[in-house]
Nanobody, 120 residues
């Protein structure tokens, strides 16, 4: 299993970024996927999750609801995180994680992370 994130960078407050996570080594469509983030000095937190196959169920942390959108493209084995109206508090390393159980929520493999910095 390999998960490779990309798309991070430096963006001004109010700006947008789209993160991508390319997956390999497993049947991508059969697994739910998730995005986490970890800011300096803070614990890693769940940002968003999308269910397997068509991704009809999507959950978000309260702090990003209405601003972030998780999606998946099974043909490309890729999960995305569209981030709009970015705030300085969104600054963190963002990680992709495979989900192995939805209730209770549990994941296993992590990507290496991609840095997002929101600053003027």
């Amino acid at each position: 299993v390999q998960l490779v994130e990309s798309g991070g960078g430096l963006v001004q407050p109010g700006g947008s970024l789209r993160l991508s996570c390319a997956a390999s080594g497993f049947t991508f469509s059969s697994y739910a996927m998730s995005w986490y983030r970890q800011a300096p000095g803070k614990e890693r937190e769940l940002v968003a999750a999308i269910s397997w196959h068509g991704g009809s169920t999507r959950n978000y942390a309260d702090s990003v609801k209405g601003r972030f959108t998780i999606s998946r493209e099974n043909a490309k084995h890729t999960v995305y995180l569209q981030m709009d109206s970015l705030k300085p508090d969104d600054t963190a390393v963002y990680y992709c994680r495979r989900v192995v159980a939805w209730i209770p929520f549990r994941g296993d493999y992590w990507g290496q992370g991609t840095q997002v910095t929101v600053s003027s």
